[in-house]
T-cell receptor
Framework: DVKVTQSSRYLVKRTGEKVFLECVQD?????MFWYRQDPGLGLRLIYF???????EKGDIPEGYSVSREKKERFSLILESASTNQTSMYLC????????????FGAGTRLSVL | KQEVTQIPAALSVPEGENLVLNCSFT??????LQWFRQDPGKGLTSLLL???SQREQTSGRLNASLDKSSGRSTLYIAASQPGDSATYLC???????????WGAGTKLIIKP
């Protein structure tokens, strides 16, 4: 079974803190994705990566950065957390093939106070 | 720009009924369409993937159809059960990249 693991299920941070969300997959997938999910808005892509050290901006990259130093790990960084970044964050991975089924982690619910 | 819409946002039906969830998209140039399930507070699980050349896919009590020309997909659930209660999301992949464009989901409640 594909396993995508997000390091925290729940996280509470203060405004201005630097926040790291970690995601690890064990299936040697080339592609990894970070989304945020807000009520009524569906999933919005923040960043994705199709290879080690490669990254592409998604629809809402502002206020976020990412790091992919190893194939299995994709980190989302909030340089200075703000209250409007309170959300559910979902990580996904997929093979770099045509079929491209994305497998998701359980999510991290981040609250910024 | 591709937009994906799911109507209704919520649906409540008695156990045992057959039901249909709808997904529409504005640009017919898609590579594939996926249906996902999300349980409260959890991540997403892929249910069915339909390639653009296919008309439908089936898995157990689930059947997904795709009509590219009209920009519509449906997810049919037969003999619904309380365990089917979840939010169902559809997502389309554009021709040229790995990104998915998501609908906002339909929250389904199956009443015992």
């Amino acid at each position: 079974d594909v396993k995508v693991t997000q390091s925290s299920r729940y996280l509470v941070k203060r405004t201005g803190e630097k926040v790291f969300l970690e995601c690890v997959q064990d299936m040697d997938h080339e592609n990894m994705f970070w989304y945020r999910q807000d009520p009524g808005l569906g999933l919005r892509l923040i960043y994705f990566s199709y290879d080690v050290k490669m990254k592409e901006k998604g629809d809402i990259p502002e206020g976020y950065s990412v790091s992919r130093e190893k194939k299995e790990r994709f980190s989302l960084i909030l340089e200075s957390a703000s209250t409007n970044q309170t959300s559910m964050y979902l990580c996904a991975s997929s093979l770099g093939t045509q079929k491209n089924i994305q497998y998701f982690g359980a999510g991290t619910r981040l609250s910024v106070l | 720009k591709q937009e994906v819409t799911q109507i209704p946002a919520a649906l409540s039906v008695p156990e045992g009924e057959n039901l249909v969830l709808n997904c529409s998209f504005t640009d017919s140039a898609i590579y594939n369409l996926q249906w996902f399930r999300q349980d409260p507070g959890k991540g997403l699980t892929s249910l069915l993937l339909i390639q653009s050349s296919q008309r439908e896919q089936t898995s157990g009590r689930l059947n997904a159809s795709l009509d590219k020309s009209s920009g519509r997909s449906t997810l049919y659930i037969a003999a619904s059960q309380p365990g089917d209660s979840a939010t169902y999301l559809c997502a389309v992949r554009a021709d040229s990249n790995y990104q998915l464009i998501w609908g906002a989901g339909t929250k389904l409640i199956i009443k015992p």
